[in-house]
């Protein structure tokens, strides 16, 4: 028998094996990739705005000197 099965034949054995949840495992793991997601997204959401608000104003105030400039 390969080494790397042992651990698994053991655990198998002491019925540590058949407490494994799969419902919760998934459910904790798609928690934890929605709350990743979110906050990456938050981040995003907050630069594409600020960075978006930054060209807006340089473009206005671009024309704001340019008609300054013909008065």
């Known amino acids: 028998m390969p080494m790397f099965y042992v651990p698994f034949v053991v655990a198998a054995s002491d019925g540590t094996a058949s407490s494994f949840d799969i419902s919760k495992v998934m459910t904790d793991a798609v928690t934890s990739v929605q709350g990743d997601l979110l906050k990456v997204l938050a981040i995003a959401v907050a630069a594409a705005a600020v960075i978006y608000g930054a060209v807006v104003g340089v473009r ?12």
Do not use: Q
């Open 60 to 71: 206005f105030g671009l024309k704001w000197l340019k008609s300054l400039g013909k008065a």
